[in-house]
């Protein structure tokens, strides 16, 4: 160390929390120095002082602090423009950085927010924005709908889930790179949204705590979950173990099984590529829907975006995201297990030098709109499920939206699917172009593409429908059947259309989509 960095660690003053006089952060009375902590200073709030009031409430934003460190004590953010600003932020074992509660779409929102040069949250350390966002009773632009007393789950990055009585979840809302609050489920006993947690580091960001943004249980039947809230992570680069979690997933229904579970909530985690290189994180990432209420609701993951594919291990297990961000994925193998992946484009490449598994109940979504999935071999086993999403045809692809290239075979189990999904408006198709194929699992897996072709009266043989929706049928290899009105009108079925010895294009849509194609 310099001597010039001595100098000027010695002459930082370090001013202690003693809550002598409540837990207003601004009163003079309250610290050692008695002043509330100015520019410059090193702050410490722990256990050291005897203290009457043991938290502290900040109400508007810091002066540009020498550090924070806070030990055993809660630190509560209260307004949505305050922020913690400081050179270094520790913190420590025992310490909560929290919210005063969740708030309705009439009053006064608040969030954690910090911005620093280096974050560290130690283990045994939490930021909890948990049930924090929109109140249950439906508040926040995706609340739960209630409907004869049944309560639908909050939706965010995922959507929340219905009630066994049939209400909804709320719509989809938010921002992917940006994300802010969760909502509350439907119901006056409906959970609240998780809150909203944002971290702004010039430098480094170390997690070996908790960092998290939960959507709310219900805890009145037959009310809705909230969905999880929203966590914005920027800095130079990320690092931290096993142990840290950082986490926005939905809240459940009531255990009784019938509301609707809370969806998933949002994370971004933006870096600098060059310097997160050669580091290796092992955080753990969750954007999970609620579980405990109504199983069949259909309450979905959340979103993760993040810079690239650096913070991913080359086996994802138990994690359930929709991908954004990472559109350029290189691994030398990659396995699936027990988690629920989409990644989301346009126009996701995927190259895998040489296993791609997708194992016991895994699941892998991956937006191909006209670009490839390479590996050397594919397998999916044990209760797995890929499923390709074509971009449309064009110029450079005329007769295919998308391209999965496998060198050698793909491997399809018991229990085992892939689904090849065409655009739903231009027809584009996957390609597999494969070493071999091997379907193991007989009438219990395979590839599957039912339903997954020309949308409702799309195609080149669709059907059509007269103004009381009487409908024909969409055409393929055979023309569409007439719809007909009691005998007086009637509505035409497409026409036949595409090569008999070599179909190059998925089903026309009648009132639902036509099949898709499986092009080996």
């Given at each position: ?22 837990n ?36 508007n ?6 550090s ?29 950085l ?6 309705t ?10 911005v620093?040069?280096n ?57 992917a ?29 170390l997690?070996?705590g ?5 959507g ?50 949002r994370?971004a ?5 060059q ?13 999970a ?15 993760l ?9 080359t ?14 994925w ?18 996701v ?19 191909l709109?006209?670009?490839?999935l390479?590996?050397n ?6 209760g ?28 399809v ?108």
């Amino acid at each position: 160390m310099t001597l010039a960095a001595v100098v000027c660690q010695a002459q930082v003053a370090t001013n202690c929390w003693t809550g002598g006089a409540d837990n207003d952060w601004f009163n003079t009375n309250n610290w050692s120095l008695l002043q509330a902590p100015q520019a410059g200073q090193a702050v410490v709030i722990d256990t050291n002082y005897v203290t009457t009031s043991t938290n502290v409430l900040l109400t508007n934003s810091t002066a540009w602090l020498y550090s924070l460190e806070i030990t055993n004590r809660m630190l509560t953010f209260s307004n949505w423009n305050t922020v913690l600003q400081a050179t270094n932020v520790f913190i420590r074992n025992g310490a909560r950085l929290t919210l005063p509660g969740a708030f309705t779409n009439n009053s006064t929102s608040n969030r954690i927010s910090i911005v620093c040069t280096n974050f560290v949250l130690d283990g045994g350390g939490q930021v909890d924005a948990n049930g924090q966002g929109f109140k249950g009773n439906g508040n926040g632009p995706g609340g739960g709908n209630l409907v004869s007393g049944w309560g639908g789950g909050g939706s965010h990055g995922g959507t929340g889930g219905s009630a066994s009585g049939g209400s909804s979840g709320g719509a989809i809302n938010g921002s992917a790179t940006d994300p802010g609050p969760g909502s509350g489920g439907g119901g006056g006993s409906g959970g609240s949204g998780g809150g909203a947690a944002r971290i702004w580091a010039t430098q480094r960001i170390l997690i070996n705590g908790l960092l998290t943004a939960n959507g709310g249980a219900a805890t009145g039947d037959p009310f809705g979950g909230g969905s999880g809230g929203g966590i914005f992570i920027n800095c130079s680069y990320v690092d931290g173990s096993s142990t840290g979690t950082v986490q926005a997933s939905g809240g459940s229904g009531t255990n009784a099984g019938r509301g609707g579970n809370g969806g998933g909530g949002r994370i971004a985690i933006n870096y600098d590529a060059q310097a997160q290189a050669g580091q290796a994180p092992g955080i753990r990432l969750f954007v999970a829907p609620g579980v405990g209420g109504y199983a069949g609701g259909g309450a979905k993951v959340g979103t993760l975006f993040m810079t690239d594919r650096q913070l991913l291990s080359t086996s994802i297990v138990g994690t359930n995201a929709n991908v954004y961000g990472v559109t350029n994925w290189d691994h030398p193998s990659l396995t699936f297990t027990n988690c629920n992946w989409t990644l989301c484009g346009p126009g996701v490449n995927m190259v895998v030098t040489n296993n791609l598994v997708i194992g016991t109940n895994g699941f892998l979504g991956v937006h191909l709109e006209n670009s490839r999935l390479d590996c050397n071999t594919l397998i999916v086993t044990n209760g797995g499920r890929l499923t390709v999403y074509s971009g449309v045809t064009n110029v450079s692809t005329p007769d295919y939206g998308g391209l999965v290239s496998v060198t050698g075979t793909v491997w399809v189990g018991s229990n085992s699917w892939i689904y090849p999904y065409s655009n739903p408006t231009n027809g584009g198709s996957m390609l597999f172009a494969i070493g071999g194929l091997t379907l193991a699992g007989g009438a219990n897996g395979g590839i599957d593409a039912a339903g997954l072709g020309f949308t409702s009266f799309c195609g080149y043989g669709p059907g059509s429908h007269d103004s009381s929706w009487w409908a024909g049928g969409g055409a393929h290899g055979g023309k569409g059947g007439k719809g007909a009105q009691g005998g007086a009108g009637s509505t035409a079925g497409g026409n036949p259309y595409d090569y008999t010895n070599a179909p190059i294009h998925p089903g026309s849509g009648g009132t639902f989509a036509g099949g898709g194609l499986i092009r080996v």
